[in-house]
């Protein structure tokens, strides 16, 4: 992994000050469901806010101050210990309802919580489930459990410290992501962040899974099935997902590729038998309700929410959509188009022969089509087109990087889509792809998808610059992208859901759907310990480690 880090253009030796080190604010903590039963409405969820400062989020709100010197910490996910000898401070959820914590401590009064001491011992619960006696529960035995967890695992050899640092890190992010079976949902799930997003999201749970299928494959193939478990019998599924709630949106069509990612990494191929299908149903489902002017592409959901005008998009607040028109999407098509390739493989190894071709022939009408409308010769790139005005918007954005994704672009419109990489003026920035190009917005925007960097795009454009034989420059944007994963890891303790990419501003202090204002709501700030950013870094170190070694 470090050789590929190493290609990096620009290196940064940012570190986290030492007084805040293991302490840094934002980093979740909560029950995982690889432990026992989660509870989505009345589990315990906290977050780090600074030094000896635990504040619990959900389900009842409260603030736990450490008292004394505390020292840095081994922070585990769902718990934390004081690495100085002198503090015997400590803390473990017992399961979804109970938090123990070993030291002195001060817990703000809260209703719907109750807290026991004995000794030492303190134990915050939800009321309605409170048991007394978790308060002798063996903290230490706990904790040794949670943290034998990691060390069992097959982790990938790297000789920079720093990346192994930032992916233990990782995985105990994901782990603690881990929900048990509930309400609609039959199976174990992953959620973005457990605070604020606790919801199962559509396109999440694939990011999810790719990095998962490298140390339990049978858990990040449920992380898809379960996706399938609020699927409607017209074919639709929504994009956002809880035991007893679903929206009424679905999301980026990227289900029958995460299906193939399981199988390419060992899966039996009779698991996606029954998905096969389903998924099917979902694409038609697509075709029928998304492709309002008929002309064979298919348009996003627009919403009335100025800071999300398609949420369906996965892109929320891109400028694409700050005309609340519906366009025709080139990432919307370029999924769909990638689906169907799939889809194609996935029959024919099924045994559906009579299926193949016509898959086939939907992933050729796709390409052909994108070509047709949404390629601009002038650009050289891909762009979004309104069908009421027949035209082409002017806006350039990492959406249009998919074509190569899918297969789309000719082996010409490559060699001029890859050339914006370097361009300063379009996606060559410090750090690369922006979500919008540099000529295409104000230089001073920051916020979510109106410029900064996403590392599932990233994962995505590194993906498709490897099929088309661009290996070093796939290279040099996966090392950068990790490179500052890492770096801002080092600073803060977390792996954040966006990142600037002109890598002058830190995360926490980008804007998030038109502020930063974390006092006001966890949705107007970058989201910390985000999912897909981990398992996709995760994803990238296994593979480099697997590249190495053959």
Not at 268 to 282: F, K, M, N, S, T
Not at 339 to 362: F, K, M, N, P, Q
């Amino acid at each position: 992994m470090s050789q590929i880090i190493s290609q990096s253009s620009k290196t940064f030796t940012r570190r986290r000050p030492a007084d805040v080190q293991g302490w840094s604010s934002g980093q979740l903590l909560g029950f995982s469901g690889l432990s026992g039963q989660t509870d989505y409405e009345k589990g315990l969820v906290g977050r780090l806010r600074g030094p000896g400062l635990l504040e619990l989020c959900l389900p009842y709100l409260a603030e736990v101050t450490f008292v004394g010197p505390v020292g840095p910490i081994e922070w585990g996910g769902d718990y934390l210990v004081a690495q100085n000898p002198a503090d015997p401070l400590a803390a473990v959820f017992v399961d979804a309802h109970h938090l123990l914590i070993r030291g002195r401590c001060d817990v703000s009064e809260s209703a719907g919580l109750v807290v026991r001491r004995q000794g030492d011992m303190t134990l915050i619960a939800v009321e309605e489930f409170l048991e007394t006696s978790a308060i002798s529960s063996n903290l230490d035995g706990l904790i040794e459990s949670r943290r034998s967890w990691i060390e069992r695992l097959d982790l990938p050899e790297t000789n920079d410290p720093l990346c192994a640092e930032a992916l233990r890190k990782a995985i105990l992010m994901v782990r603690t992501q881990v929900m048990s079976p509930e309400g609609q949902i039959g199976r174990r799930w992953s959620t973005p962040d457990r605070w604020p997003h606790r919801q199962m999201w559509l396109w999440d749970s694939v990011f999810h899974a790719i990095g998962w299928r490298h140390f339990d494959l049978p858990l990040a193939c449920e992380m898809i099935e379960a996706v399938f478990d609020a699927q409607r019998e017209d074919g639709f599924i929504p994009h956002m997902i809880s035991p007893d709630q679903v929206s009424d949106i679905t999301q980026p069509p990227v289900l029958a590729f995460g299906v193939m990612q399981m199988v390419v990494a060992g899966a039996d191929i009779e698991w996606a038998r029954p998905l096969y299908p389903r998924l099917v149903r979902y694409l038609r489902w697509n075709q029928k309700n998304r492709d309002t002017d008929g002309n064979g592409l298919l348009e996003w959901y627009i919403e009335a929410f100025e800071d999300c005008r398609s949420g369906e998009s996965g892109m929320d607040n891109s400028p694409r959509f700050d005309d609340a028109q519906q366009l025709d999407a080139v990432d919307f098509n370029s999924f769909m188009a990638q689906e169907y390739r799939v889809l194609a493989i996935l029959a024919e190894r099924l045994g559906y022969g009579d299926d193949v071709a016509t898959h086939r022939a939907s992933w050729q009408q796709y390409c052909d089509l994108i070509n047709q409308i949404l390629w601009n010769e002038q650009t050289g790139f891909y762009h979004d087109h309104d069908p009421a005005t027949g035209r082409q918007t002017p806006l350039l954005a990492s959406s249009g990087f998919l074509p190569m994704f899918c297969g789309a672009a000719t082996s010409a419109q490559a060699e001029r889509m890859v050339a914006h990489l370097s361009n300063p003026e379009t996606f060559g920035t410090d750090l690369p792809v922006p979500s919008v190009s540099r000529c295409s917005r104000s230089s001073g925007e920051k916020d979510m998808w109106r410029g900064p960097v996403w590392v599932n795009m990233n994962w995505l454009i590194v993906s498709a610059l490897e099929s088309y034989g661009y290996v070093a420059e796939a290279k040099q944007l996966q090392a950068r992208t990790c490179r500052e994963i890492i770096d801002q890891y080092q600073r803060y303790g977390t792996i954040f859901e966006f990142y600037d990419d002109q890598a002058l501003i830190d995360p926490p202090k980008l804007e998030r759907k038109g502020r930063n204002a974390p006092e006001i709501s966890p949705y107007h700030q970058p989201i910390h310990d985000f999912g897909w950013s981990a398992s996709l870094f995760v994803d990238w170190v296994y593979q480099a480690a697997k590249l190495n070694r053959d």
